[in-house]
């Protein structure tokens, strides 16, 4: 079961190593993996420090999705579509 307390979006791109990540329910968390597992175990890990930092910052923290998704998509190309 894969652990998460947001939704996570994961897009391929045209580098088989190379994947992009971010989540709708938590503005302004991205990140970077060299492959899908990779890219959910570091949202796992990095959805927790944003929502650490925004504690710290005092800033609002989104409620947690009571029922996350995954979703794995190739990113839009620039021009395409």
């Given amino acids: 079961m894969i652990d998460l307390k ?7 791109t045209k580098d088989p190593a190379f994947f992009t990540f971010y989540s709708t329910d938590l503005e302004g ?5 060299n492959s899908v ?4 175990y570091k949202a796992k890990w990095g959805m927790e420090e944003h ?3 925004l504690k710290e910052r005092g800033l609002p ?9 995954v979703t794995i998509k190739n990113a839009k190309l620039a021009g395409v579509g």
Avoid: H, R
């Fill in 29 to 33: 968390f991205t990140g970077v993996g």
């Fill in 37 to 40: 597992e990779d890219c959910l």
């Fill in 61 to 69: 923290v989104p409620k947690q999705n009571p029922n996350p998704t």
């Fill in 6 to 12: 947001y939704s996570l979006i994961i897009e391929a």
């Fill in 51 to 53: 929502v650490a930092l």
